[in-house]
């Protein structure tokens, strides 16, 4: 039976792909920075254990605690969305040190494994924004096209060990507690001279009937991406996704 441990699970994404390869017959260590029993099936099959993807000590203690696995899943992730000169630059870092950086620390931390093994698959999950660029994400944006370069180089240089790295592009999924999420990291406010431009990407978003992604359409495509070795390295999520990567 095989193992898959998925980054970031109390919410979107992430729960919806535990629950997935759950139900799909996989071993699963769902990781959530405050670990909740409840929100995953009860199964002998089902581990919930903690993870700060930004902290060392938490990545090492939970590499030790899940054991060997075969596939790693980097979904965890925190949005911003502000004009740039709204956005602090503890703001900024705090973006890149989970989206980007949590996500090469993670890929660092299982590499010895898998490449002893000569076998593991690596997904990291990025954004449809990194296709198609949209106002007010510039540095979100950079923290994801960051993670597709990283993978792609990377993808190269583990082929010869027999080790895939895949990306998953989901597309806008309103379902999901990422808005709320990254409310947080928005008190400041937007700038005076970027309140029109802000109205406007509002109120398109509020008239919008052009399709979203749902968590199931990235479970999906996780799961192809983990389980078809001839599967493509980048696979968009979601109808949205996948048209702008057609276009
Ligand atoms: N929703 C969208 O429109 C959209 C579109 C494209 C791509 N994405 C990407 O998809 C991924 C999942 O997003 P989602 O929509 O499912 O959002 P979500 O519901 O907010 O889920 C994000 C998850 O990441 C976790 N997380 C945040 N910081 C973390 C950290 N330092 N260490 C470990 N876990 C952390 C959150 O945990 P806590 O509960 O502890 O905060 C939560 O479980 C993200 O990488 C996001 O950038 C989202």
Same mark, same amino acid.
């Given at each position: 039976?095989k193992t898959v441990l998925i980054t970031g699970?109390?919410?979107?994404?992430?729960?919806?792909?535990?629950?997935? =390869?759950?139900?799909?017959?996989?071993?699963?260590?769902?990781?959530?920075?405050?670990?909740?029993?409840?929100?995953?099936?009860?199964?002998?099959?089902?581990?919930?254990?903690?993870?700060?993807?930004?902290?060392?000590?938490?990545?090492?203690?939970?590499?030790?605690?899940?054991?060997?696995?075969?596939?790693?899943?980097?979904?965890?992730?925190?949005?911003?969305?502000?004009?740039?000169?709204?956005?602090?630059?503890?703001?900024?870092?705090?973006?890149?040190?989970?989206?980007?950086?949590?996500?090469?620390?993670?890929?660092?931390?299982?590499?010895?494994? =898998?490449?002893?093994?000569?076998?593991?698959?690596?997904?990291?999950?990025?954004?449809?924004?990194?296709?198609?660029?949209?106002?007010l994400l510039s540095v979100y944006t950079a923290?994801?096209?960051?993670?597709?370069?990283?993978?792609?180089?990377?993808?190269?240089?583990?082929?010869?060990?027999?080790?895939?790295?895949?990306?998953?592009?989901?597309?806008?999924?309103?379902?999901?507690?990422?808005?709320?999420?990254?409310?947080?990291?928005?008190?400041?406010?937007?700038?005076?001279?970027?309140?029109?431009?802000?109205?406007?990407?509002?109120?398109?978003?509020?008239?919008?009937?052009?399709?979203?992604?749902?968590?199931?359409?990235?479970?999906?495509?996780?799961?192809?991406?983990?389980?078809?070795?001839?599967?493509?390295?980048?696979?968009?999520?979601?109808?949205?996704?996948?048209?702008?990567?057609?276009?």
């Open positions: 039976m699970c109390s919410s979107g994404f992430g729960l919806e792909t535990a629950k997935d =390869f759950h139900g799909r017959g996989w071993r699963v260590i769902a990781t959530m920075r405050t670990p909740r029993e409840d929100l995953l099936p009860r199964s002998d099959r089902m581990r919930v254990l903690p993870l700060d993807v930004t902290d060392p000590r938490s990545i090492s203690t939970l590499i030790d605690a899940a054991g060997p696995i075969d596939a790693l899943v980097n979904n965890a992730g925190i949005g911003l969305l502000n004009a740039l000169e709204g956005t602090s630059m503890d703001a900024a870092r705090d973006v890149f040190e989970t989206n980007t950086l949590g996500t090469i620390a993670m890929t660092r931390a299982v590499l010895p494994q =898998f490449r002893e093994r000569r076998s593991g698959v690596i997904v990291n999950v990025t954004s449809s924004v990194t296709l198609k660029p949209l106002h923290s994801k096209a960051a993670v597709n370069a990283f993978t792609e180089s990377l993808a190269l240089e583990l082929e010869p060990f027999n080790v895939r790295v895949r990306l998953v592009l989901p597309g806008r999924a309103p379902e999901t507690r990422f808005g709320e999420n990254a409310r947080s990291r928005m008190q400041g406010g937007f700038p005076e001279a970027y309140r029109g431009l802000v109205q406007k990407v509002f109120e398109s978003w509020s008239r919008s009937t052009d399709p979203v992604t749902h968590p199931s359409d990235v479970a999906e495509a996780v799961w192809r991406a983990v389980n078809d070795p001839v599967s493509p390295v980048r696979l968009p999520a979601g109808a949205d996704a996948v048209a702008l990567a057609a276009a």
